[in-house]
């Protein structure tokens, strides 16, 4: 059977590693996977990708405007209040 012609499995890297609390190294398992949404679940995603692109850059530009007018930034938690 050839490279090609073998069915694609995940990504893994087994060589990426976190430090644990006690200074031991554990390895952290970590996946990749293709989607190949339909027509319809393609433009959902591309609406959600959207809504959080304008609600990061607006909330950074929220963040930006009140610490250049007053010296002090907006916290996460005061502007996540304004989103429910």
Do not use: W
Not at 20 to 48: C, D, N, S, V
Request: with cysteine.
């Amino acid at each position: 059977m050839t490279e090609t012609n073998r069915c694609k499995l995940p990504d893994f890297n087994p060589c990426r590693y976190i430090e644990a609390q006690k200074g031991a190294f554990m390895p952290i398992k970590t996946f990749a996977y293709r989607l190949y949404p339909t027509k319809p679940q393609k433009r959902l995603l591309e609406q959600t990708v959207e809504t959080c692109r304008r609600l990061y850059n607006d909330c950074l530009a929220e963040r930006k405007e009140s610490y250049e007018a007053t010296g002090k930034s907006v916290t996460k938690v005061e502007q996540l209040r304004h989103v429910k």
